[in-house]
């Protein structure tokens, strides 16, 4: 993860923490469950911009933003979905 995406994962967890450690479980368990999938599969989420890929996950207002690359999935953003559509777009200059 870019370390501005492990940041809003840490936020996340921490409202939900704060909450109910069962969702935040719940939401932990659900980033593990995305991450495996998408190494298995890291084609299968859609496009949202040239190579950027979508995972949402399910039970949870969050999308986790990434981009495949030759050696590696990055995680652009754990983006909620009350956030600025493309706000991560400016983390795309960071993988380069």
Do not use: C, T
């Not at 719940?26 to 949202?48: T, Y």
């Not at 911009?49 to 990434?66: K, T």
């Amino acid at each position: 993860m870019l370390s501005v995406a492990g940041k809003e994962m840490a936020e996340a967890m921490a409202w939900y923490r704060e909450r109910s450690p069962r969702a935040a479980e719940g939401l932990w368990l659900k980033v593990l469950e995305a991450r495996r999938s998408m190494a298995l599969f890291p084609l299968a989420a859609p496009l949202i911009s040239e190579n950027v890929r979508r995972f949402i996950l399910s039970g949870y207002p969050y999308d986790l933003i990434y981009a495949v690359r030759v050696e590696e999935i990055a995680i652009l953003a754990v983006a909620h979905h009350s956030r600025q559509p493309g706000y991560w777009l400016e983390r795309l200059e960071q993988l380069h």
